[in-house]
């Protein structure tokens, strides 16, 4: 039996960059890169194509991080995270086939830009107040829901998570855990929206070698960065994603 893979050179040029950048992403060094792997993808095939053929990756990928960072995450921030994360995932499904995912794309670059403007003209001090948690609980079912719809839930969750200044392997331990929760619940509603097919599952696996190399390299550098560059990779990420995801939403 031969698999229906994806045989096009052209879609590999792009997905072998976006799934490195995506495994980086989940070690937390280079956070805001992860959300670019989609719109990368989707320069070769369609966007629910790419989140379809990321879903078997990111699991993998998850598995990886938790083992990596099962010892450093924050358990009262998961308990508060999980629930409203899961609450953006179900939104994400029924909404699915009514909203075009490069609108979603398109709101939440801008979001990401405003976010990062805010951070630059007016720069966190030691002694500002921790966000509230109504607005963590808004920010965390948005990031459910863009990742649900294109895998880009890093960057609301970012800007909820960021200001609370945890150290770099305790922020990246805690995304492990959140993401691998919120990607787990996807399987049965993606299923049930006829995006797992043996064409998109036959091409993950092409491309699954690639997800234990990009987590690796992620977790050698996330372990022995300052905090201050690593942040400033992470803002660096994020910058890089606003400007993809407008240009994809509202322009491309």
């Known amino acids: ?23 980086i992403s989940k070690s937390g060094f280079g956070a805001g890169f992860g959300s670019l792997a989609v719109p990368m993808m989707a320069l070769a095939v369609t966007v629910p194509q790419a989140a379809a053929i990321l879903m078997p990756l990111l699991l993998l990928m998850d598995l990886l991080g938790l083992a990596a960072f099962r010892r450093d995450f924050d358990r009262s921030l998961l308990k508060f995270l999980i629930p409203f994360g899961l609450v953006g995932t179900v939104i994400g499904t029924l909404l699915f086939r009514v909203l075009s995912a490069h609108t979603v794309a398109g709101i939440v670059g801008v979001f990401t830009l405003v976010f990062l403007a805010q951070r630059l003209v007016f720069p966190p001090k030691p002694d500002d107040p921790l966000p509230s948690r109504w607005v963590g609980a808004v920010l965390t079912a948005m990031s459910g829901f863009t990742s649900f719809i294109a895998h880009a839930g890093g960057p609301p969750i ?24 919120v990607n787990l619940s996807k399987w049965i509603p993606y299923a049930w929206l006829g995006l797992l097919d043996m064409r998109n599952f036959a091409t993950s696996l092409v ?23 690593f942040y400033r990779f992470v803002y660096l990420g994020m910058f890089l994603t606003g400007v993809k995801l407008v240009y994809d939403g509202f322009i491309g």
């Open 158 to 181: 970012n800007a909820y998570v960021i200001p609370l200044r945890l150290k770099p392997v305790v922020f990246t331990a805690t995304m492990a855990y959140f993401f691998f929760v």
């Open 1 to 23: 039996m031969v698999f229906p893979l994806i045989t096009d050179p052209s879609f590999y040029a792009v997905a072998v960059p976006a799934v490195l950048l995506l495994g």
């Open 207 to 229: 491309l699954m070698p690639l997800a234990p190399l990009g987590v690796w390299i992620g977790i050698r550098i996330a372990r022995r960065i300052d905090a201050t560059w």
